[in-house]
């Protein structure tokens, strides 16, 4: 009897950490395409080579670049080991040289339909908020960060799409998205774009989500579940901004 085959792949996430390895729980980039292509080699030995080359090809692949080597490596302490080597335009050249290597890899490997993010605003997370700021603004190096990155990031799937001939790689501006909320979040229903629902400490930005912390009354009324990442409902406006969101070159 021949065992019934895996569900097919309409989505891959990849999230991004380009940098030096750090004590944070978080898989590498390159892992995580060893992990994708294991699965390939599995499911063609469930549905043949041919099918698993159409599935993967089929696939909508959702790559998020470059936060992580921002938060949990240069701004990670101060004087890091990456800010100690690059001043900050030099270190968004080389993500953008290693996310080069990665992205070509990632097109080796079947995948034809991959939708990249960049940053989110990086210094308008309640975690930084709660480090970085007195009053509630924005952090000005954090979100430099972000402005240096992630029209490199845009420009380079520009140029990918060029060598490569095909609409492979599709830009999505994530950090314009996000900060639509942030700076309006009553227009979105949101009660507080700086408060996150489930934490600590100042804007419930400090350490993680656990039965200790405090919590919101309401979720969908809060544009940040924790310390870093938006709410299940923020994220829905992401995504949908993503899917019927307008072309822009």
């Not at 390895?21 to 590498?28: C, L």
């Not at 845009?154 to 492979?168: F, H, M, P, T």
Request: positive net charge; proline residues 8%; hydrophobic residues 40%.
């Amino acid at each position: 009897m021949v065992p019934p085959p895996p569900p097919p792949l309409p989505l891959l996430r990849l999230r991004s950490f380009a940098g030096l390895p750090v004590q944070v729980n978080i898989v590498r980039i390159p892992r995580q395409l060893e992990y994708f292509e294991e699965y390939q080699q599995r499911l063609s030995s469930l549905v043949g080579p041919a099918q698993a080359r159409r599935l993967v090809n089929q696939a909508l692949v959702l790559v998020t670049l470059g936060g992580n080597d921002f938060v949990n490596n240069y701004y990670l302490v101060p004087f890091s080991a990456r800010s100690r080597q690059f001043t900050l335009p030099d270190y968004v050249s080389y993500l953008i040289s290693e996310y080069k290597k990665i992205l070509l890899r990632l097109q080796e490997l079947g995948a034809r339909r991959v939708l990249v993010t960049g940053t989110g605003p990086l210094g308008c997370v309640p975690a930084e908020l709660a480090l970085r700021s007195r009053d509630g603004n924005c952090d000005p190096e954090l979100q430099r960060a972000a402005s240096l990155f992630n029209p490199q990031l845009a420009q380079l799937i520009r140029n990918l799409n060029r060598d490569i001939g095909a609409d492979v790689f599709i830009a999505a501006n994530a950090f314009s998205m996000h900060m639509d909320f942030i700076t309006n979040p009553q227009s979105y229903g949101f009660v507080t774009s700086k408060v996150a629902c489930c934490g600590q400490g100042p804007y419930n930005g400090i350490g993680l989500c656990t039965i200790a912390s405090s919590l919101c009354p309401n979720r969908n009324t809060y544009a940040f579940w924790d310390a870093f990442h938006p709410s299940e409902r923020a994220n829905r406006i992401i995504v949908s901004q993503f899917m019927a969101g307008s072309v822009t070159t």
